[in-house]
């Protein structure tokens, strides 16, 4: 099997004039962030497209979602964030979390920031 490669751009994501700022549950099982597509609207923040993902319980469903930059305890990230229905907590996932150089603590119930983050 041989190497696949692929061309790749990559720019700064803009500012808008208002953030979508709330207390946010973090979840390791979830590959992505979410919140509230009506809150996530009204800062300022739209889709930019849409995928399937599968549900806890084993169900697909279809979100659509956005590439924002995303601020915690003093580190900056981007990811993708998902529309979610109005009445969802908001949700920090996995890839947010790792990306900015965190792991849980679940004896501690925080975050534990890492020495480096890894590149494997």
Known sequence: MGL???????????????????????????????????????????PVGRSSYQLAHGGWHEYEFALVQIEF?????????????????????????ESAGFVVDPVNERLTRLPAIPMY
């Open 4 to 46: 696949t490669f692929v061309d790749v751009a990559m720019t700064a994501l803009g500012k808008v004039p208002a953030a979508f700022a709330a207390s946010f549950l973090v979840d390791t099982g979830a590959t992505d962030s979410m919140a509230p597509a009506s809150a996530l609207r009204r800062s300022g923040i739209e």
């Open 73 to 97: 305890l003093g580190e900056v990230t981007a990811g993708r964030v998902l529309f979610g229905p109005d009445d969802v907590p908001p949700l920090l996932g996995a890839t947010a979390l």
